[in-house]
């Protein structure tokens, strides 16, 4: 399966989580939300821990386009695994809705090159740096599912790199992401 594919359009999600109950959400999702969003026809490219924000979750969901993004999220949400597990997931949560919804600069996700680390930088809309190896912008279009509110004040840049800069943030992988 190409997974460059799924950087067509992008979600970026950041929750901001009760006190001690990340590794909770963590160990939730990961048993039961990945393969059902992945079998909808999602692809979780990433799932981390921000060691900055011991109360943040952050994870990456791509698609191939905003039309199957809207029917992946209509099967997940109106099916049986979020109806399940819905009520405990938004128990650990504060905040789910900063999310920002992105198209490709530069693809790299599915590829990333050799390393240890990831950071991750959002900013005002700019050119990514030559260290990133994939690069995102705002996605203009409405958002298709909304349900699930999307940022809509302004474009933005992100970007994923092996090095660190002094506006990115050290992202941790947990034990299912696939970008490491």
């Not at 079998?39 to 990456?60: I, N, T």
């Not at 790299?108 to 995102?136: D, I, M, R």
């Amino acid at each position: 399966m190409d997974f460059s594919s799924f950087e067509t359009v992008l979600e970026l999600r950041r929750y901001t989580l009760h006190p001690g109950r990340r590794d909770e959400l963590i160990e939730l999702f990961e048993r039961e939300f990945v393969e059902p969003q992945e079998a909808a026809g999602a692809h979780l490219f990433g799932l981390f821990r921000v060691p900055s924000a011991p109360d943040e979750f952050l994870w990456l969901r791509g698609f191939r386009s905003l039309a199957e993004r809207k029917a992946a999220l209509e099967e997940f949400y109106f099916g049986p695994v979020w109806k399940a597990h819905r009520d405990a997931a938004n128990a650990t949560m504060v905040d789910s809705d900063d999310v920002h919804l992105l198209r490709p600069v530069l693809r790299g996700l599915a590829s990333p090159p050799p390393g240890s680390e990831v950071f991750l930088t959002v900013s005002p809309a700019s050119a990514p740096p030559a260290a990133a190896f994939a690069a995102f912008e705002t996605e203009p279009s409405e958002n298709t599912f909304p349900q699930l509110p999307v940022h809509t004040g302004g474009p933005v840049s992100v970007w994923f790199s092996r090095e660190a800069s002094p506006s990115s943030e050290r992202l941790a992988a947990t034990s299912r992401s696939l970008l490491r």
